[in-house]
C-alpha cells in the first residue's frame, strides 16, 4: 500500500485544517489507520488511530476534542481534521497504517507540514 498526504500549511492560532491520506492498494477490514507528527528537535508523536472497518478511535490527550480522524471507503482515504489549532500542533504529520491491533505501522505516506502561528 502506497500512503500519499497532503493538506498540511501555515494557518493561524485558533484556525482549522484538514489533512487527507490517499491510499493506493488495498486496506483490509483490520487495518489501523494512524497520524503521527513530529515537532523539530522531538521524537515523533501518535495522534490519533482508526480501525479501518471497526470505526474505534483513540487519540492523544493534548488533541483530544480539537482533532478528529475519518476515512472514507470509497475514495480509500483517511482524514485528520484540526480544529482550535495551537502553536505547539507545529509538526510535520504523517499518515500511516498497521495491518492490525498490533500497531506495527509498516507502511507510512511522505509527511505533509503543518505550521501555527501565534
Known amino acids: 500500500v502506497q500512503l500519499q498526504a497532503s493538506g498540511g500549511g501555515l494557518v493561524q492560532a485558533g484556525d482549522s485544517l484538514r489533512l487527507s491520506c490517499a491510499a493506493n492498494?488495498?486496506?483490509?477490514?483490520?487495518?489501523?489507520l494512524g497520524w503521527f507528527r513530529q515537532a523539530p528537535g522531538k521524537e515523533r508523536e501518535s495522534v490519533a488511530t482508526l480501525v479501518w472497518r471497526g470505526g474505534r478511535k483513540k487519540y492523544a490527550d493534548s488533541v483530544k476534542d480539537r482533532f478528529t480522524i475519518s476515512r472514507d471507503y470509497a475514495k480509500n482515504t483517511g482524514f485528520l481534521q484540526m480544529n482550535s489549532l495551537k502553536p505547539e500542533d507545529t509538526a510535520v504529520y504523517y499518515c500511516?497504517?498497521?495491518?492490525?491491533?498490533?500497531?506495527?505501522?509498516?507502511?507510512w505516506g511522505q509527511g505533509t507540514q503543518v505550521t501555527v502561528s501565534s
Open positions: 492498494g488495498v486496506i483490509y477490514n483490520t487495518y489501523v
Open positions: 500511516a497504517l498497521a495491518r492490525n491491533g498490533d500497531l506495527e505501522f509498516e507502511y
